[in-house]
Structure formats: C-alpha cells, structure tokens
C-alpha cells in the first residue's frame, strides 16, 4: 500500500487533510475544549508482540480494538534502538542526539540527564493551561539534578531507571519506586501498580476542568521474564536473593530465565492493565475529549516476535527500531484505518502542541513534524528519517521506500517496503540513490552532537547465541 492509500480513506488528500488539521484545533468531542492525551508507552515490545500485527501464540484483544477504533500505523519507528534515547526525542520533539543525555545507549550515568531548562513536551502543554503526569519508567536522569517534576510534569509515580523488578520494585537489591520525590514501598505486580496509580490520576481529573497529558510509560515487556504468577514470584525471590544471571550483569538482566509461556504472560498482563486504564476513561466521561497514543520505545527483545523484520533491540535493523504504533484520535482518525507513512517517537511533541494550539519554544525547534494530516487520512511530504547507534557504529536513514544501512563500516541499500527483511543489498544496483542516502546522512550527522565516551549496549555470543561475531 503506498503513502497515498488508506483503508476507507484513500479519497482525502494531503492538503485537505492539512486544511481540516489546521482549522479543527485538537478536533475534541467538547466544542471549544482542548483535547487530553493518554500517551501509553511499552518497553522494548516488539512490532509484532499484538496480535493486530502478528503475533500467534497469544492475543492483545484491548489493543486491538485500539487499533480498531483509531489508526495503525506499519511504518512507525522509535527514535532509538535503545530506550532513554528514545524517551529523550520523544520529551524534546527533536532528535535525541542534540543533548549529550541523548547520547547514552542507554543512560546509566547517575552524574547525566535532561537539562531541567529544556523544553519539554510536559513542560510546554503545561503553559498551554494542562495539568501533567507521569506514571511509569523516566530513565531521564536522577535528583537532585533531574527528574519528570523538574522537566515539566506536575505528578509523578514511578521507576526513575531503567528497570525493576515487577514484584520487590528493584534493581541491584536498591528500590527504585517513588511518589513524586518520595521514594515509596508497594506490593503487588509492577504492571498492576502502573494501571491502579493512572486510574488514579483518571479519577483526579475528572473533578478538575483543566485538560490534561498522562504520559504512561509502562515497563513492560522488559525484562526480568516474570509474570503475575507463582513461576514469576519464585523467579523475583530467586533473582533477588542475589543471583547473577551472568558474570557482569545485573540481577535482572536476567539471562538465564525466561520463555514465551512468561513472555505472553507479561504482554498480556499489559494488554489487561491498558484495558483497565481505558475502561475508566470511558466510565468517567472523557474518551470523547480524550487522544490515546500506544507505541513502544524500542524494538523487542529476546522473546519478542519482530517479524518480518531481523534486528532486535540495540540494532538498526528494522527489528531493532520499527515499533507497534497506534493512535486513537476521536473526531479524526476513522476506525479501522491504516497508514504506512513512516512516523517517529519525536512527532508526538509538534502534533499534540498543534493540538492545543501552542507551539514549540522558538529556541528548540521540533525535528517531528504534526501528524494530523496522516490521522485525518492524508500523508506528508516525503521527509529523510534518522538514525545512530554508538555501537557497532551503526547508522541508517529512511526516506521513501530506501534505507541506507552501515554496520562496522559495511555499508548497504535496502528497499524495506519490498523487502523487509533487509536481504538485498542494492548499494550498488541503485548507486545514485545509495549516494544520495548516504549524503543525506552525513550532512544530517554533522549537525548532531558526538561523544567518544557516551556509553552504548549491545548484545555478544556471552548473552544471546545467535549473535556470534557480535563481539568482534
């Protein structure tokens, strides 16, 4: 399907489509009100872990009738194969690599962190009169320097790492659960706590008049491998008692456990605790008023299925980076819909500021772009799309149907429209076009910042045995 077609819309064009997202500010259910979002992110979930986009062992029924009810994009990329990378584009609006932050792959640096004095896709709704919250993973930095409450969110309930454990809530025998700066002790199952605390949220505002951003940022699927079972609590108490999985590693990076029966049981526990969320937007009266956001940060993982796709999470292959992303827009995505023009985790910021008729700090300008013009059934102009990875010196860039490809310094073309896999290499079939991706990327590249020392991930033979040659 190209650009330009779209089930049940193919007949609206870009620039109606431009018209009506310019003259319909938010197109909320309320006349006059601006919209809310409920910004809904897993963790290193693969692009085809919903059964709406593939996945067979198990079913996401919540998420599919999301899908359902709105816009499901096939082209939808994270900003980075690796997660704080892509929470950083994804806060700012702009590629993660214009702050040093954005460099970590990911950020385990505690000295490092979002510059609390950059604007912020919460900082900037708040001006424009909203009330902001986050539930769920920052990954952004650690107090007293950084933090959601110092970089514009208004509440906050969560991990500020990477990754806890879902039953004791830590990482390296240190909890890691806080309310707002308050580092707190809760029982129960990780991804429970996440839905209880944002029908909270849910509820508060319902009693306020003000519009509001909850960004919900699960930590689901990440490891460790446990489910809301009795495998999953005798796997939290083993971990915990102080196992290393493998030499080096954290507790829960967790290597030597895991399968699919656990990994579906983790998916569809997220797919339940959305569904929960959903279920009290609609019972308070504001899923009319109400834009819904679900994507990932990331590529999957080791139980993840990516297909048809190769490359997992740390690789820009298209596994490593194409995500589920899905968008409910009431008043302008008809249900059903589907689009494959290529969107990316920084297109949120342009596209909900839009929205609320506010706009970027004129200081920070957004790289995204506003998508309504897709979600009421149109396209964009063809735009290039980039990416880096400190390890292995990876780069890519994407526009149209072609992506240029370095890994280790070899270098190819890919037509990933017609070959997903990434199989055949036309570097040299399609030279011009080779040369000219790959010019785009350097003068790109040039723009953005570079550190030696930033510190980037990837999978060796020692943890994954199908990336023998990966530690070379």
Known sequence: MRGDQFTRRGAIGAAGAATLAATVPGVAHTPGRKPNFLFIMADDLGYADLSCYGRREYETPVLDGLAAQGMKFTHGYANSAVCSATRV??????????????????????????DPLHPTMPSLLRDAGYHTGLVGKWHLGWLPNYGPQLSGYDDFWGIRGGGVDYFTHKVGGQHDLWDGDTPVEEVGYMTDLMADRAIEYLDERATQGKPWLLSLHFTAAHWPWQANNAKGRAESERLDSGGNTIEGHLDIYHFD?????????????LDMNVGR?????????????????????????????NWPFTGIKTELLEGGMRVPFIVKWPGLTLPGTETDVPALSMDFLPTFLAAANTAPHPDYPSDGVDLRPVLAGGTLPERALFWRFWAKDQKAA???????????GEEYLFDVVADPLERGNLKYREAEIFADLKGQFDAWNAGM?????????RFTPKELADHFGWDS
Do not use: C
């Open 449 to 457: 910042l570079s550190d030696p020392d930033a510190s980037s991930y």
């Open 398 to 408: 994407r526009r149209g149907r072609y992506k240029y490809l370095s890994i280790d």
């Open 89 to 114: 584009g994804l806060i700012t609006g702009r590629y993660q690599y214009r702050l040093r932050v954005g460099l970590e792959e990911p950020l385990g640096n505690r000295d490092l962190g979002l």
């Open 277 to 305: 969320v959903l279920a009290r937007l609609a019972e308070l009266g504001m899923e009319q008023d109400t834009v819904v956001v679900f994507t990932s940060d990331n590529g999957g993982e080791r139980f993840s299925d």
């Open 257 to 269: 456990g895991g399968d699919m029966e656990t990994y579906a049981g983790m998916v569809t526990s």
